[in-house]
């Protein structure tokens, strides 16, 4: 059996180090063993892991209560074993607070006690590599990679996630995912990423050039089919000037941003209808009918078609 401080048994001390059981700190265990004797975890650890003594002819180590010699069960081995090996020491340096796990000292984390961030490792003891660093501001970073050569893979944000590709120190973006449903596709090395497409949660997408923090819409592809295309200077001042529909059919548009009127029609067929008008208030203007839609015409008349 295995407890916390917070339980109160009726022994005080260890039956081997003779020390008080409830010193104070998160990881500090006590084993309570079936014979009722005893012990911090720490201390009993290396009896019920190596046992103490070994049976004739066999490798298996035996182990008992160093008290009453009582034989320790399977269970109660196990138990220890797994709990010493999840306790945790604490060592302060220089403002940074190394937190390492287990009998082989393993680093967990490290605690910056000036800026508050802590960073979280994981693997081997002497091979363990960072893989969280947990901001002051709440915010996580996560990263990939043997020891010492750690690349960061992922930013969360609190209503974003910004993830990277790149060797270590040449990270760059490449991926931002909003909590709205957004995404933004970057292309560019570290420093000069620039969107070239964001993807909206009805599946619409849209596609930008130019340079970082420059760029500017030149399309919309729609779900239902319609792809729309934009001109201008800058960003707030693309206007659309044509849109390619479902049915073949292309529109095209003048005037400024939020005020595009249209101007032309140009059917699948070849026609092409004239407008005049402002903006939601186009009125048509003219027809011209193609060849093949003069010719079609024709023999519907005369019943050829």
Same mark, same amino acid.
């Given at each position: ?49 190596? %046992? ?65 961030? #802590? ?5 081997? !003891? ?16 996560? &990263? ?33 995912? &909003?909590?709205?449903?957004? !995404?933004?596709?970057?292309? %560019? ?19 930008? $050039? ?14 239902? %089919? !319609? ?26 548009? $003048? ?35 193609? !060849?093949?839609?003069? &010719? #079609? ?9």
């Amino acid at each position: 059996m295995v407890f916390l401080l917070n339980e109160e048994p009726d022994f005080t001390r260890c039956a081997i180090c003779e020390e008080q059981l409830f010193k104070p700190g998160p990881s500090n265990f006590v084993a309570l063993l079936s014979c009722s004797h005893s012990f911090h975890v720490g201390c009993i650890a290396a009896v019920a892991v190596d %046992g103490n003594i070994k049976s004739l002819g066999s490798d298996y180590k035996e182990a008992k209560c160093p008290v009453c010699r009582r034989m320790m069960t399977c269970e109660e081995r196990n138990h220890i074993q797994s709990i010493d090996d999840s306790r945790e020491t604490t060592v302060d340096n220089m403002g940074i607070r190394s937190v390492y796990a287990g009998k082989e000292s393993r680093l967990v984390r490290c605690e910056y006690l000036e800026d508050g961030n #802590t960073l979280f490792y994981e693997g081997k !003891t002497g091979k363990e590599r960072c893989v969280r660093n947990l901001l002051f501001n709440g915010l996580n970073e996560f &990263f990939e990679g043997e020891k010492g050569a750690e690349r960061l893979v992922l930013k969360e944000y609190t209503n974003c996630k910004t993830y990277f590709k790149g060797d270590t120190g040449n990270e760059y973006i490449v991926r931002k995912v &909003f909590e709205n449903g957004d !995404t933004e596709v970057y292309e %560019g090395q570290q420093g000069n990423e620039r969107m070239v497409e964001k993807k909206f949660p009805n599946q619409d997408v849209a596609f930008y $050039k130019g340079e970082r923090n420059n760029e500017q819409l030149v399309a919309i592809y729609s779900i239902n %089919g !319609t792809r729309s295309y934009f001109e201008g200077e800058n960003q707030s001042e693309r206007r659309i000037v044509s849109s390619e529909l479902p049915s073949g059919n292309t529109c095209f548009y $003048k005037g400024d941003m939020g005020k595009e009127r249209l101007v032309r029609k140009e059917f699948a067929n070849g026609d092409i209808d004239y407008y005049k008008g402002e903006s939601g208030l186009e009125e048509l203007e003219k027809q011209v009918r193609s !060849t093949v839609s003069d &010719f #079609t015409d024709v023999c519907k008349r005369f019943r050829v078609a």
